[in-house]
C-alpha cells in the first residue's frame, strides 16, 4: 500500500493562477483531512470529509479555496486566485472510522506551493 | 474554545541527554491526546497515544489532567530523534476533528 498520495508534490505558480491540489486516500478509509503547514501557524486544519461528505469547513481561510470529494478515492483543493501568503505546504491525511477516537491520522508527502 | 500549546518553537539537547517536550491543552472534556512526530523528509506519523500507555522508540507521554499536560519525555535523546514534534488532542464529543499544536523542532546535536 503507497499510502496517501499526493499530488503534485511541488508546485509554482503565479500570483492570481489557479491552483489544484490532489489527494488519495488510503482505500477504506471514511475520513479525509486536508491542512496547511507554514513556519508562522504550524499545521492548521482547513476541511474534512466523512463518507464523501465536507464535515467541517471553518478551517478554510477565504472564499478563494474550495475543496471537493466526488468519490471515496479522490479529493481535490483548489485556490483561485492564488496570492502569494498561499505558500505553504499542504497536507492531506485519512483515518479510519473509530467512534471511540481510538484512531491514527495517515499522512501524504505534502505539495509545497510557492506562489510567486 | 479546544486549544494545544507547545511553548517552545525550537529545542536543542546534546546526545545522551534527557529531553522534555512540553504540550498543554485547553479543553473542558475528556481529551484523546496524540503526539505526532515528522522526520526530515518523511511523512508525519503517529509517535504515540496517551490511551495505549505505551512508550515508542523510548518515548513516554503521561497524561496529567491537573495541569492540563501531556508532555513527551525520553531519557536519552538519540541524534535520530532530531525532528518536528506535534501535539494532538481529539474531543470525544467530536472524535473526527484532531487539533494540532504548533509543533515542536527537535534538534540532537552529537
Known amino acids: ?116 | 474554545a479546544q486549544r494545544v500549546t507547545q511553548p517552545e518553537k525550537l529545542l536543542s539537547v546534546f546526545k545522551g541527554a534527557p529531553v522534555e517536550l512540553k504540550c498543554n491543552y485547553s479543553y473542558s472534556g475528556s481529551p484523546e491526546l496524540f503526539w505526532y512526530v515528522q522526520y526530515s523528509r518523511q511523512r508525519l506519523q503517529l509517535l504515540l497515544r496517551h490511551i495505549s500507555r505505551e512508550s515508542i522508540k523510548g518515548f513516554t507521554a503521561d497524561l496529567n489532567k491537573g495541569e492540563t499536560s501531556f508532555h513527551l519525555k525520553k531519557p536519552f535523546a538519540q541524534e535520530e530523534d532530531s525532528a518536528m514534534y506535534y501535539c494532538a488532542l481529539t474531543m470525544k464529543t467530536s472524535y473526527d476533528k484532531v487539533i494540532f499544536g504548533p509543533g515542536t523542532s527537535l534538534s540532537v546535536i552529537p
Not at chain 1, 507554514?38 to 492548521?44: A, D, I
Not at chain 1, 464523501?52 to 483543493?77: H, Q, W, Y
Request: net charge negative; charged share 20%; with cysteine.
Open chain 1, 1 to 116: 500500500d503507497a499510502g496517501v498520495i499526493q499530488s503534485p508534490r511541488h508546485e509554482v505558480t503565479e500570483m492570481g493562477q489557479e491552483v489544484t491540489l490532489r489527494c488519495k486516500p488510503i482505500s477504506g478509509h471514511d475520513y479525509l483531512f486536508w491542512y496547511r503547514q507554514t513556519m508562522m501557524r504550524g499545521l492548521e486544519l482547513l476541511i474534512y470529509f466523512n463518507n464523501n461528505v465536507p464535515i467541517d469547513d471553518s478551517g478554510m481561510p477565504e472564499d478563494r479555496f474550495s475543496a471537493k470529494m466526488p468519490n471515496a478515492s479522490f479529493s481535490t483543493l483548489k485556490i483561485q486566485p492564488s496570492e502569494p501568503r498561499d505558500s505553504a505546504v499542504y497536507f492531506c491525511a485519512s483515518s479510519p472510522i473509530d467512534r471511540r477516537g481510538h484512531y491514527e491520522q495517515f499522512f501524504g508527502p505534502g505539495t509545497r506551493l510557492t506562489v510567486l
